[in-house]
């Protein structure tokens, strides 16, 4: 059977992640009334930039907080990423006022919109940071405040954005309302992260050089793969602003939030959870194929009723909740669901590369992902829904390609150093 404790913490995060989750999607419908598809593709946009900066600003070194043995190991490399990230996001601050031009012609980025270019390091800063407090808390088991964290920041965003849309400003509110959001989750994550043990006062500058040198390897190879995952997710988006316009990047938008739900409720804080317990399987040498097995099907078994329940209902609900004026997000819907579905299984088991120490294995798969999703680039005269349609096959050759290598990489582990 599960690990009674792995189902605990899986819970705990689960629950506080779809509460946070569920508090846009609540929104949803009032955001979408107020705002319109143009809007939502420049933010889409736009998040999707500060999703590839909070990747580099850190370099990755909030996921080593996990592996030092000690607690004031851990400290020290919480302030490399703190410090890492401050520092990346001046110099970004810096280079927008020599590069924007060049960005708006790349993506398509509306000119009259280019002031809110700046405030993309800014979120990158703000978002990079909390996640360095965040593993913190994850390393000392302090699941409940990482939940009360992300449900403040969804709460503050959230309210802020439909505010500003419906009051003051309709033209950068989601901006302005996701930056609110950003900063009450750093200081609500700083917050909670000193009453879980944590200091600034305690971290060494000798510790934090020591730490840096000793993990950089760790560091630049799981930054390379995180930047290409990430570069690959919102590669849609991106083409789809520069092929076709904002709106048709709205409605893209909406469907792709509505299919990652899952993945957010579920598959991100079982990731979490399922990195710390099989690290420590790992040192300790114990099993981990019956776990992986029986959380797979699981998965499996959800993405099946997710799939059958898109395919039947994603018109009506979409009209229902949304109005005609999405009626494309449907669309858009039934087409991805299929390789969202896939990401749902095998996302989760991503961190057996981590854990297991091969993290070279998975930063030539993500170079691979990037590379097969880029050929959509030299095909801008598709229509959005061939478009759409082959990035799905394109993802899923790729995901079952990963699949097998967890698998791969687990046996093996097990024949190595497990004595069953």
Known sequence: MLNKVLLKHTFTLSFGTAIASLIPIVLQPFLRSVFTPAEFGLYAVYISLVGILVVISTLKYETVVLLPENDQDSLDVVGVALLTSFLFNILILILLFFIKDYIIKLLGFPPKYRIWLYCIPVSAM????????????????????????????????????????????QKGGLIIGDLMGQFVNL????????????????IRRSGMRRMADKYKTYSIYNTIPTLFNTITLAMPVFLVNKFYSETSTGQLDLARLILFIPLVLISEPLSQVLYKNFRESFV????????????????????????????LWADELTNLFFGLEWQESASDIKILVYSVALRFIVDPFKFVFVAFEKIKILSLWQVFYFVTVSILGFFPDLEIQQFLGAFVILESFCYFILFF???????????????I
């Open 126 to 169: 703000l978002f990079s940071s909390f996640n360095a407090l965040n593993y913190w808390m994850i390393r000392v088991r302090a699941y409940k405040y990482s939940a009360y964290c992300k449900i403040l920041r969804r709460g503050f965003e959230g309210s802020g954005q439909l505010l500003l849309g419906k009051f003051m400003f």
């Open 284 to 311: 300790k040498k114990k099993r981990v194929m019956i776990d992986l097995i029986q959380i797979g099907k699981i998965l499996l078994i959800f993405s099946l009723i997710g799939i059958v329940s898109i395919l």
């Open 405 to 419: 290598l967890v698998i791969k990489i687990a046996r093996n582990y097990e024949k190595i150093h497990v004595n």
């Open 187 to 202: 200081v609500s994550g700083l917050s909670l992260a000193r009453r879980s043990g944590f200091s600034i006062k305690q």
